[in-house]
């Protein structure tokens, strides 16, 4: 099958999933998208995507015509982050994933792309890669190794798992997070930082160079520390600058290694 015959179903079309749903389609791939919002669909339709109104809980909230008409694809790119301000996300956001992946399952869905997390990982003073063990210390973390273990016993569909580092790019700004604050701590943490456009890059090459069934870090290049990243970041953007208190002590870390996916797929990353 020719690439550009192949078509994808964006679960999620916000920050990450919009843009990326608007690339693939200038690059002649059939697009379908889904919003948890009526007044999104014509923004959708207006990227070249063909909408749909979804909502996805412990069941997905749509007629069967609409769930057959959007998972009737080769590709899903699912796209639902965990609920930080959920106190059960730990229980429901697998729940979510189990839903999407049946639909998919029940319409014909041949290959995933989930996106997950680099916060997967703990704090451990150390590189991190793919294959290290998952300790990770938040609520979101916790669901999204809970997902990730469900979806690697997932035998019937081919599946990649992508572990976002923090995201910036568009209006997400890095120079805003932090802009005024004072005596911020764990200036001294090392930050993995990645761009909305160079994660739409690793997207589009793994559907380019068909290549299923990995786990990839997609990660910048450097790991400033925090407090010079997100200083140099408000300098940049022109935001109050941010005050890093003084008498911080060390702080526990992590560096997400991105040399695999540049080995296997061949990409690079901007400069953060």
Known sequence: MNENDLTISIMGCGWLGLETGKFLAAQGFKIKGSTTSEDKLPILQDAGIEPYLLKVNEEIDASESNLKAFFSSNILLLNIPPGRRNPNVIEDHPKQIQAVIEAAKV????????????????DENKIMLET????????????????????????????????????????????????????????NARVNMVWRKDCIHVIHEIIRQDIWGEVFNVCGNEHPFKKDFYVRKAQEEGFELPVFSENDAETDFKIVSNDKVKQVLGVNFSAI
């Open 107 to 122: 319409y014909g869905v041949e290959k995933v792309i989930f996106i997950s997390s680099t916060g997967v990982y703990g």
């Open 132 to 187: 290290d063990a998952l300790h990770p210390q938040r609520a979101s973390g916790k669901a999204l190794v809970e997902v990730e273990k469900y979806l690697n016993e997932e035998k019937s569909l081919k599946i990649n798992i992508l572990r976002f580092a923090g995201l910036i790019g568009g209006e997400r700004k890095a120079g805003r997070f932090f802009a005024g604050k004072t005596d911020i701590k764990g200036g």
